[in-house]
C-alpha cells in the first residue's frame, strides 16, 4: 500500500501574491496598498517578474493593519506592532500558518505552536488562524481577473500625473491631486501636494485644509505638519510656528528643514540662543545629508551673527 500524501496548504497557492489579488482578498482599494509601500508602511517583501509582490508574511501584515485600524488604533501604533510582528512570527511560512493571531485584554498576542507571546502592546479586537488566511487567500487568488476592474484611472495613476504636470501646468496638476484625493480622501501625499499647490496659487486657506486633512490620513508624515508651520510663520502666528515644527522634530530628529524652520521662527519671537542651536543642527544635519546650498550658506551667516552678537556667546 502506497502512502497518500496529505493536502499541503502551502503548495496550493502561488507564493507571491500581485496588489490586485491583495486588494481582492481584503476588500481595500489597490491605490491604499501602492500607498502604504510608498509610504513605508507596508512594503512588498518579494519580487516577480521584476515588479514587487507580497509574500505570504506580507499578507499577515496587511491583515494585522486593516484590523487593528478598522478598530481605531493610530497608525503610528499600528506600525509599530506590524515592526514587532515583523521581528516574532514564525521565518517558515510552514511554521507561520499554524499561528494564531489575537488581542487580550489590550495586549497583541502570537501563539506560534510554542507559546503565546506579546510583541508589542496593542488595543482592538484582532483573533484570528493564520492557516485559514492561506484558505482564504487560495480562493481570492482563484477569481477571474475580470473581476478585479478597477476604475479608468486609479488614484495613485491620478497622483502621478499631477507629480508630472506641477512644472509645467500648476492648475492642472492641482486638478489631479483633487481627483486622486476624491477616488481614496485618505491619500495623505496627495493632499500634502495639493495643499502646497493651493498655497503658491494663493488659496491659504484651501492649503491649510488640505494639510489637515493629510494629517488626519497620516499623523507621521512630517511635510504636512512642515507646511502648516509655514503658513503660521507666514501669518505672524509664531507661537504655532514653533509648535508645528517642534511636532515634527519630535518624530524626525534629524529632519533639517525643520530646525531651519523652528530657528527662524524663534528669532522672529527673539529666541537668539535658541535659534543659534537649531541653526547648528541644520547644518550639521544638511551636510550629513549632502545638501550644501544658499539656504546653507545663509544658515551659517546668521549663525556667525549670532554668536557675535553681545548676548550670545559661541557654542564650545
Not at 477571474?144 to 507629480?163: I, K, M, N, P, T
Not at 486638478?175 to 480622501?185: G, K, M, Q, S, T
Given at each position: 500500500?502506497?502512502?497518500?500524501?496529505?493536502?499541503?496548504?502551502?503548495?496550493?497557492?502561488?507564493?507571491?501574491?500581485?496588489?490586485?489579488?491583495?486588494?481582492r482578498l481584503f476588500d481595500i482599494k489597490p491605490d491604499r496598498l501602492r500607498y502604504w509601500a510608498h509610504s513605508g508602511f507596508i512594503v512588498p517583501s518579494g519580487r516577480s517578474g521584476g515588479r514587487p509582490a507580497y509574500t505570504f508574511r506580507d499578507l499577515v501584515a496587511v491583515k494585522v493593519a486593516c484590523a487593528l485600524l478598522a478598530q481605531g488604533m493610530g497608525v503610528r501604533r499600528v506600525r509599530g506592532c506590524l515592526d514587532a510582528l515583523r521581528v516574532k512570527l514564525p521565518a517558515a511560512d510552514r511554521d507561520l500558518a499554524s499561528a494564531r493571531i489575537r488581542v487580550v485584554e489590550g495586549h497583541l498576542v502570537v501563539d506560534d505552536g510554542k507559546g503565546p507571546f506579546d510583541p508589542r502592546t496593542g488595543q482592538g479586537v484582532l483573533d484570528f488562524r493564520v492557516d485559514g488566511l492561506r484558505a482564504q487567500t487560495?480562493?481570492?487568488?482563484?477569481?477571474?481577473?475580470?473581476?478585479?476592474?478597477?476604475?479608468?484611472?486609479?488614484?495613485?495613476?491620478?497622483?502621478?500625473?499631477?507629480?508630472?504636470l506641477e512644472q509645467t501646468d500648476p492648475e492642472a496638476a492641482r486638478?489631479?491631486?483633487?481627483?486622486?484625493?476624491?477616488?481614496?480622501?485618505y491619500f495623505a501625499a496627495a493632499w500634502t501636494n495639493l495643499g502646497s499647490l493651493e498655497a503658491e496659487l494663493g488659496d491659504l486657506d484651501a492649503a491649510r485644509d488640505c494639510f489637515e486633512r493629510a494629517i488626519e490620513a497620516d499623523p507621521d508624515q512630517p511635510e504636512a505638519r512642515m507646511n502648516l508651520a509655514e503658513l503660521a510663520l507666514r501669518s505672524g502666528d509664531a507661537d504655532v510656528a514653533i509648535f508645528g515644527y517642534r511636532q515634527v522634530l519630535a518624530t524626525s530628529p534629524e529632519h533639517y528643514e525643520a530646525h531651519y524652520g523652528l530657528a527662524r521662527a524663534l528669532l522672529s519671537v527673539g529666541g537668539r540662543a535658541q535659534a543659534a542651536a537649531h541653526l547648528e543642527r541644520f547644518v550639521r544635519a544638511a551636510e550629513r545629508a549632502g545638501v550644501a546650498n544658499e539656504q546653507v550658506a545663509a544658515a551659517r551667516r546668521v549663525l556667525q551673527r549670532l554668536r557675535e552678537g553681545p548676548k550670545l556667546r559661541p557654542r564650545p
Open positions: 500500500m502506497r502512502a497518500v500524501p496529505r493536502p499541503d496548504t502551502a503548495s496550493s497557492v502561488p507564493t507571491l501574491y500581485t496588489t490586485e489579488q491583495v486588494a487560495a480562493e481570492v487568488v482563484e477569481l477571474r481577473a475580470a473581476d478585479a476592474a478597477e476604475d479608468d484611472e486609479s488614484a495613485y495613476a491620478a497622483f502621478e500625473r499631477g507629480l508630472r486638478a489631479a491631486y483633487r481627483r486622486a484625493v476624491e477616488i481614496d480622501p
